[in-house]
């Protein structure tokens, strides 16, 4: 649904006012079609490459998944710092700051992603030998990733847009750029994996193709579409990266701690073989489609808080986190259901067997349930992000990923690959759990803060049609360079989704 809507000719914020619970499930639910087409790339990929039969080449697809899941976490951080700042300037009214602020953050996006992916090519094989990846498997992976690593801009850029046209509240747009991409990847992989029998190769230029069509397609909207971006100007980019800086730093920080300890758990299971990595690199793809509404509420919860924040309505935020809890409860509890019934269909799809289908249906029948609290962590490290205490998200993260990790991970190891992911789910457990409680705390805490002079009755003006909160657009005039106007939604964009794929349809 759209962040603004028409009113008297003028637009002003929507997260301000209406029903907290509708917003959440509406951008929750659009966000988690998108979301999900970002992580079914991968799924598909590891699907049609365990139609081969080869475990070797199923444990590869695994390790190159936990160097490109860094890569990922790199883009998903900065993306967080890009919707909360932006959405924060809508909220605000500046929507000429919005506009130079969009510019800049893909101009950084870009610049961040060419060093890190291009720089990751020189240290592949180091990279694989500590994750425990040795012969034709650690072959296999290197090739892969020495392919996809360079395209880490187009992933980037994709993920960037689709952050920008959800902070307009484009949340349609938003999934159909992911929708798209995913698209792409179900239709080549199954043509040059088998029809062009180029096996793994084939994968890895699905990708490519995958991600072009990804930034295409979001930059279109961005650019086209809402017309949100103005003039690059050189002279505002320190600035510009300061103030996204304040959130993408330690957003970047925090979703960096998960693929450290997704690492850690990956050598540990390397030592039961290459079965053991191939079902363990089955839950890592599958859990993200499974429980996409959960992974999807990171990215959905911050622009309603963060416009309400910048509105001054502080009980609104309060009540914006529990409803986003309370749609958390209720997506995993019927995501659990889906995965323990379905557990066979799922072994058989990706042929596995032995050890791999037991890690499977442990985590199907007895795992998913953690979710719960991993849930209430990715819902806390929301608020903590747009609420201005992001190093919170940053340290309960990294809490998780080493204390809630390593030991609980070490510990279990002693008793097989079931037993690392038993550790890993308990300490993961402890920690989100800390962090709702936390998370609750600051929100009452600010709940019961009068609201800054002037700040009730700007609201309450807007909401009669008298004040806008966000500018008209009107003709540029700012010494930093022309801004294009921000398109005004229409107010059919707010029902959600309409026909097309997928429920219509990253994310990254």
Not at 350 to 364: E, P, T, Y
Request: proline share 5%; net charge neutral.
């Amino acid at each position: 649904m759209p962040i603004t809507e028409t009113a008297g000719g003028v637009e002003r914020a929507r997260f301000v006012s209406g029903s907290l619970l509708r917003h959440v499930c509406v951008m929750a639910g659009t966000g988690a079609i998108g979301l999900i087409a970002v992580f079914a790339v991968d799924l598909i990929n590891l699907f049609y490459i365990s139609l081969l039969g080869e475990k070797e080449t199923a444990a590869a697809v695994g390790f190159a998944g936990v160097v490109g899941f860094f890569h990922a976490s790199l883009c998903i951080g900065l993306t967080i710092g890009i919707a909360a700042v932006v959405s924060r300037t809508v909220g605000a009214g500046r929507s000429e700051d919005a506009r130079r602020i969009a510019t800049s953050s893909l101009v950084l996006m870009a610049a961040l992603s060419v060093v890190v992916g291009t720089g990751t090519a020189f240290f592949l094989h180091p990279a694989l030998q500590l994750l425990g990846a040795t012969g034709e498997t650690a072959r296999l992976a290197q090739r892969y990733l020495s392919v996809t690593v360079h395209t880490l801009p187009l992933l980037g850029i994709g993920m960037a847009s689709s952050a920008l046209l959800r902070s307009v509240g484009d949340a349609r747009r938003s999934m159909t750029v992911t929708l798209a991409a995913a698209f792409v990847t179900a239709v080549l992989d199954p043509i040059l994996i088998f029809g062009f029998g180029l096996g793994l190769d084939g994968a890895a230029i699905s990708a490519v193709v995958s991600r072009l069509v990804l930034a295409a397609i979001g930059l279109h909207g961005v650019l086209v579409t809402h017309r949100m971006l103005g003039r690059f100007d050189a002279s505002r980019l320190a600035d510009d990266a300061r103030a996204l800086g304040t959130v993408a730093g330690p957003a970047v920080l925090t979703n960096l701690a998960t693929p450290v300890g997704a690492a850690f758990v990956t050598h540990a299971v390397a030592q039961f073989g290459p079965s053991a990595v191939a079902g363990a690199a089955t839950i890592d793809r599958l859990t993200p489609v499974a429980f996409g509404l959960v992974y999807a509420l990171s990215g959905a919860v911050g622009p309603i808080l963060a416009q309400n924040l910048g509105a001054g309505q502080y009980r609104r935020v309060q009540e914006g986190l529990r409803d986003s809890l309370l749609f958390m409860v209720v997506s995993v509890a019927v995501a659990w259901l889906v995965l323990a019934l379905g557990q066979g269909v799922l072994i058989r799809a990706f042929s596995a067997d032995g050890l791999a289908a037991q890690l499977i249906s442990l985590f199907c029948s007895w795992l998913a349930p953690s979710f719960f609290f991993a849930g209430g962590l990715f819902v806390a490290n929301a608020s903590f992000n747009n609420l201005g205490h992001p190093l919170l998200s940053t340290a309960f993260n990294w809490g998780r990923a080493t204390m809630g990790t390593i030991p609980f991970a070490w510990w279990g190891s002693h008793y097989g690959a079931p037993g690392v992911l038993i550790g890993q789910a308990v300490g993961s457990s402890i920690f989100g759990l800390l962090a709702v409680v936390v998370a609750f705390r600051l929100a009452a805490k600010l709940a019961r803060q009068q609201a800054p002079d002037g700040v009730a009755e700007r609201v309450a003006d807007a909401a009669a049609g008298a004040v806008p909160v966000l500018d008209a657009p009107v003709a540029p005039t700012s010494a930093h360079g022309e801004a294009a106007a921000l398109a005004t939604p229409q107010p059919g964009d707010v029902t959600g989704p309409g026909p097309g794929p997928a429920a219509s349809a990253a994310a990254p």
